[in-house]
């Protein structure tokens, strides 16, 4: 079992190694020359000398990968191109407004989505687990910015329920944030939830179909007490590693929902980054949230290794 | 034998298709020959000025679009723009990855050792990122995006045919044809594939959906399909000022064609082969 967590805890490094490679790399064969972006067409020779030099980029791209690399450890990730602002202070006030909306998202959708998942292993085939097994396909297929676009057309511009675009966060009133995030936060929770409920009625009907329960039930066991103290137990493994998964998504995958709500998240100045060519900025937000996809991953792996049922195979 | 033995499942022959799975199969087939004939079925060129923007449907069927041009007409130019993006990469990023996965599951040793580590480093990279990433690195061409999806494609076909190859490959059959001195192409072609058929053409249509999703998702960023063309995502991101003036219809419309077209597909492939999808569903 060591050895098992050993070895993901060494393709977690590895994969972390590769991503800040694959992100250099991405950023840095971007076409034409950053100093020439920078400073336009009129650009005397002098002056793209002394701001190439200034930027490090008559350094071969090895010796520059590491300086980067270096800088990004110790915190030190550089300037803007753009604004000329610090990236580590424009990136932290953004990455604390996608952790509040994951953070809510999956603070609603976790408890929701697993008690729906034991309704629906606790009735197989039943009515409510086939409507939900119907429902759940047509929320896995659609994408997460229709899904947040259709529910704007409903709640903001149909009922004008809640604010459609969150520009900025309201935190001296947690009341009205809750409101204020409502949409976003049910659009992840609709992209989660579907994901979630499936796994957890597959775990808990794999737990369901072994001999022991077959024993509990001909004691006269009733379906609940035997699901919540013989299924549930054994079958939180598989079900945590889910949403550790999830989580990972939520946070690594949400810029198009950010974008939907034109809202000041991480994903958003990823995607604004990219078209004003910032590189700087596009480093340090693909490596932030590629390490915490990779990282949940790991805890996803590792909780499926720690609750494997003990005699089963790991896939 | 007898006609008494009864088929079991939902996996019998084509004319008992039950009625979701033929309901996507139609919305598929009919959104797939809309793309094909498109020229042929609007009255107005997509790129044309027909009417003030944002007008109603009236003279146009769904009405004009934020320059006043005909949403139909860019609807279903639209599909071609997405449909040819989706089933280009997918067949690309396909067929080299089931050559690769089913080439490392029949070889073995360090080759398939190599193929295990390159997969799981690259599928430890968040996909939208990765596509960000290329897109950022290289201009955001048709060629270049139909590319990028290919290769974020290929790591996830290549362990699926992967795990199918290891379990067909150890089977008897193989062990003679092997035995018998069929080379590895025989191998694969003739005694592998036509036993894998099934959860391939499962897989196949998985990633077409994925596929749409993704560039639909770079696009509607401003990321994937240049204007003035626009696929589905990018009918969505420039007709978005509708919304302010509450004029929904110029952004649910092609917003419902990606997700009618993704539940549709879902549904066959559900019906094809269930396993398949609910793996779809645990490691997307």
């Not at chain 1, 097994?133 to 809640?162: D, H, K, M």
């Not at chain 2, 649910?252 to 990606?258: E, F, H, M, S, V």
Request: proline fraction near 5%; include cysteine.
């Amino acid at each position: 079992m060591l050895n098992l967590i050993t070895r993901r805890l060494f393709f977690a490094l590895l994969a972390l190694f590769a991503t800040s490679v694959i992100v250099f790399a991405a950023t840095e064969v971007l076409p034409g020359d950053v100093a020439q972006a920078i400073l336009g067409q009129e650009a005397t020779p002098e002056l793209l000398k002394s701001l190439r030099q200034e930027l490090g980029l008559n350094r071969s791209p090895v010796e520059r990968y590491f300086s980067w690399l270096g800088g990004f450890v110790t915190g030190d990730l550089g300037h803007s191109l753009a604004s000329k602002a610090d990236v580590l202070q424009t990136i932290k006030p953004r990455l604390a407004n996608t952790l509040a909306l994951a953070a809510y998202a999956a603070i609603v959708a976790v408890p929701l989505s697993v008690l729906l998942g034991i309704i629906c292993a606790a009735y197989p085939n039943r009515l409510i687990d086939r409507i939900f097994s119907v429902v759940s396909v047509f929320i896995v297929s659609i994408p997460e910015f229709v899904v947040g676009l259709l529910l704007v057309s409903v709640f903001a511009v149909q009922l004008r329920w809640f604010p459609a675009v969150v520009v900025r966060l309201n935190w001296s009133e947690p009341l009205s944030l809750l409101v204020q995030l409502m949409l976003p936060m049910l659009t992840l929770l609709c992209t989660i939830v579907a994901h979630t409920v499936r796994m957890t009625r597959a775990a808990l009907l794999d737990v369901l179909s072994m001999p022991y329960i077959e024993m509990a039930l001909l004691k006269g066991m009733s379906r609940w007490r035997i699901i919540l103290r013989h299924g549930l137990p054994n079958a939180i493994g598989p079900i945590a590693s889910v949403v550790a998964l999830n989580l990972g998504y939520l946070v690594s995958g949400v810029a198009l929902v950010e974008v939907v709500f034109a809202y000041p998240g991480l994903g958003r100045l990823m995607v604004d980054s990219i078209s004003y060519r910032d590189l700087p900025l596009i480093q340090a937000t693909a490596m932030i949230m590629c390490l915490m996809f990779i990282i949940f991953n790991l805890i996803a792996d590792i909780l499926a290794v720690l609750f494997k049922p003990r005699g089963a195979s790991v896939r | 034998m007898t006609s008494s033995i009864q088929s079991t499942g939902t996996h019998g022959a084509g004319r008992n298709v039950p009625l979701l799975p033929a309901i996507g199969l139609t919305v598929v087939a009919l959104v797939v020959l809309g793309a094909i004939f498109a020229p042929l079925l609007v009255s107005n060129q997509p790129a044309d000025l027909v009417d003030s923007a944002y007008a109603p449907p009236g003279s146009t069927l769904l009405g004009t679009d934020v320059l006043g041009r005909d949403l139909f007409s860019r609807l279903l130019f639209g599909a071609r723009l997405t449909l040819l993006v989706a089933f280009g990469s997918t067949t690309i990023g396909f067929a080299l990855g089931c050559l690769w996965g089913l080439a490392a599951a029949e070889l073995g040793g360090w080759f398939d050792d190599l193929t295990d580590w390159i997969v799981n480093i690259v599928l430890a990279f968040p996909p939208l990122m990765l596509g960000l990433l290329l897109v950022s690195a290289l201009a955001p061409s048709l060629a270049i995006l139909i590319g990028a999806l290919a290769a974020i494609q290929l790591p996830r076909v290549v362990r699926v045919a992967r795990a199918i190859g290891q379990n067909v490959s150890s089977l008897q059959f193989v062990e003679v044809a092997r035995a018998r001195g069929e080379g590895l192409f025989s191998v694969l072609y003739r005694e592998i594939l036509p036993n894998i058929l099934r959860p391939l053409a499962a897989e196949y249509g998985l990633r077409v959906t994925y596929a749409t999703l993704f560039i639909s998702g770079l696009s509607f960023l401003g990321l994937g399909i240049q204007p003035p063309d626009a696929d589905w995502g990018g009918l969505v991101r420039e007709n978005m000022s509708a919304m302010q003036i509450g004029s929904m219809l110029p952004v649910l419309a092609p917003a419902c064609a990606i997700g009618v077209f993704a539940v549709a597909m879902n549904l066959v492939i559900d019906w094809i082969d269930e396993s398949t999808f609910e793996r779809q569903m645990s490691n997307d």
